[in-house]
Nanobody, 114 residues
């Protein structure tokens, strides 16, 4: 199984980025897929996920600003991040989960300048 995350970068506060995480080697539609983020020295925290049936969930801190979606034809999940804030500056990780299996992407850095 391989997960390839991309789309991070540097953006000014109030700007937008779209993260992508493409999967190979698994049956995409069998997995719940999520995004987590982690700052240096801190625990990884939940950002958003989308279930097998397409139900999305969000952390309170990103509700209304971030939107998760998936494209089964491309085996890819997206995280559209709008109105970015400096506190969103961390490394973002995608996560594919189907009990008991769980896979993580390599992380992509998002930096929001004030």
């Amino acid at each position: 199984v391989q997960l390839q995350a991309s789309g991070g970068g540097l953006v000014q506060a109030g700007g937008s980025l779209r993260l992508s995480c493409a999967a190979s080697g698994l049956i995409f539609d069998d997995y719940a897929i999520g995004w987590f983020r982690q700052a240096a020295g801190r625990q990884r925290e939940f950002v958003s996920n989308i279930t097998r049936l397409g139900v999305a969930h969000y952390a309170d801190s990103v509700q209304g600003r971030f939107f998760i979606s998936k494209d089964s034809a491309r085996n890819t999940v997206y995280l559209q991040m709008n109105n970015l804030k400096p506190e969103d500056t961390v490394v973002y990780y995608c996560n594919y989960k189907r009990w008991p299996d769980e896979y993580w992407g390599q992380g992509t850095q998002v930096t929001v300048s004030s």
